[in-house]
Every structure is written in C-alpha cells, then in structure tokens.
C-alpha cells in the first residue's frame, strides 16, 4: 500500500494560484497511477484530475481543464496540482488518492484504492 499526505492548500483571492502537493510514502510510488479529487462542504466528492504512473497521460474535470494541471515528481514521491485562475466553486478540500490499476479516464473516485486527509482549499471572491 502508499501512504498519503496532502499539504499546500490555504486561503486564495479568486484569479489567484494554488499548488497544493501529495507526498507518498512507499518503495512503489512510481507503480502507481494517481489522482486529485474535491469535496466542497455539502456535495459528494468528485474527480478533479488524473496522472498515469509513468506521467505520460493525463485527465481533467470538464470544470478545470485549461486551469488545472496534474504532474508528479516520482524521484521525491510527490504528485501536484498546480491550480490557476481560481474560482470560488474551486473551494474544496482536495483530496489526493492512488490506484494500482489504470482506468481510463480514471474519473470517478471508486477508481482510487488509497486515499490522503485531504487539504482545504478557500477561494475568496
């Protein structure tokens, strides 16, 4: 199993830049296939953005695609998400999660077998 600790979440003016991170713990980070996904006080959670493990494919939420981008750092263990021209509907607490197999498009998040505490992200208008 991998082990998950989102960090890097906080407080933004919507416009602004975010780049939360997900830092793995594991001799197998690089097997895994991974993903960022969001929960906004009262809805379900949903599926943000995608990686393959090797980094060469990538998926987005209609809703972020263009703003969102998802890559990884395999030799530090660390997944991103680097956030531009936030909204306030991006306030979420974004989770971070890994699955050993690949599913295309990999968007929905009982595609994901592990799962990080998540980080609060706040965009203010």
């Known amino acids: 199993q991998v082990q998950l600790v989102e960090s890097g979440g906080g407080l933004v003016q919507a416009g602004g830049p975010l780049r939360p991170s997900c830092a793995a713990s594991?001799?197998?980070?690089?097997?895994?296939?991974m993903g960022w996904s969001r929960q906004a006080p009262g809805k379900e959670r949903e599926f943000v953005a995608a990686?393959?493990?090797?980094?060469?494919?990538?998926y987005y939420a209609g809703s972020v695609k263009g703003r969102f981008t998802i890559s990884r750092d395999n030799a530090k263990n660390t997944v991103f998400l680097q956030m531009n021209s936030l909204k306030p509907d991006d306030t979420a607490v974004y989770f971070c999660?890994?699955?050993?197999?690949?599913?295309?498009?990999?968007?929905?998040?009982?595609?994901?077998?592990?799962w990080g505490q998540g980080t609060q992200v706040t965009v203010s208008s």
């Open positions: 999660a890994a699955a050993v197999r690949w599913v295309a498009p990999m968007d929905s998040v009982s595609d994901y077998g592990y």
């Open positions: 594991g001799r197998t980070f690089s097997m895994y296939n």
């Open positions: 990686i393959r493990w090797a980094g060469s494919t990538t």
